[in-house]
């Protein structure tokens, strides 16, 4: 075979390689650099919220007051460039030069808001609604947590001492572990479908409407 003929057919054969090599940069290097990127910034948001959430209960421990800063949007812009070349003489067998390449960049832009006034009070210290505390029962948390963290206090009706109210605070230490044991006590009962979490319907003629309004501001 001719010298001619046999760098023709290297050179082809090199250019069908540096073809498959650029189509598998392109098909390989961009989902993997996307998915580690998603999971990325889930992994940082959710790692700052929860500084900030012990951030701030170390406030309100030493009395001062809470900040709260979310993390509206984040968008990010990736780009992604594959490249390749081969440069060869037609006249000698021992001269090519192979260039296959890549590249990604990546713009985050993130939009920080502080949490503060009207939006404040509505997010943070606005008590949760009948509606919302029902769907948060019914998902598959564990009910106590929720209780602890949603239920201020514990009005008991005791045919004995009457009256009474079991606060959910570490300051009042046995109003607080007999709160502990009460929550644990109903999930266990929710946990064994003995307890039914849901609204409480009442007919409207089979109460006064003094009564009515009474139950609508307890």
């Known amino acids: 075979m001719k ?3 046999q760098v023709e057919r290297l050179f082809v054969g090199w250019i069908i390689v540096i073809t498959l090599l650029i189509g598998a940069q392109s098909g390989c290097v961009s989902p993997l650099a996307i998915n ?16 900030l959430l012990l951030i701030n209960l170390l406030r309100m421990r030493d009395e001062e007051p809470p900040h709260f800063t979310i993390m509206a949007s984040i968008a990010a812009t990736f780009d992604f460039r594959v490249r390749g070349g081969l440069i060869g003489q037609a006249l000698h067998e021992d001269f090519f030069g192979i260039n296959v390449g890549s590249e990604a960049a990546e713009n985050p832009t993130a939009t920080i808001i502080p949490v503060q006034g009207e939006e404040f009070t509505r997010r943070v210290l606005l008590p949760l609604d009948h509606a919302r505390f029902e769907f948060l029962a019914h998902q598959p948390y564990h009910l106590s947590a929720l ?8 009005d008991v009706a005791d045919e004995i001492a009457g009256q009474r109210v079991i606060v959910n605070s570490p300051g009042y230490r046995e109003n607080y572990q007999e709160f502990r044991r009460l929550v644990l006590h109903l999930a266990y009962l929710y946990s064994t479908h003995r307890l039914y979490i849901g609204p409480i319907v009442y007919e409207s003629e089979s109460i006064s409407r003094t009564t009515f309004w009474t139950l609508e501001q307890s």
């Open 3 to 5: 010298p001619e003929k």
């Open 36 to 51: 580690r990127a998603v999971l990325a910034y889930d992994q940082s948001v959710t790692k700052a919220e929860n500084e």
């Open 147 to 154: 209780l602890r963290m949603a239920v201020r206090e514990v």
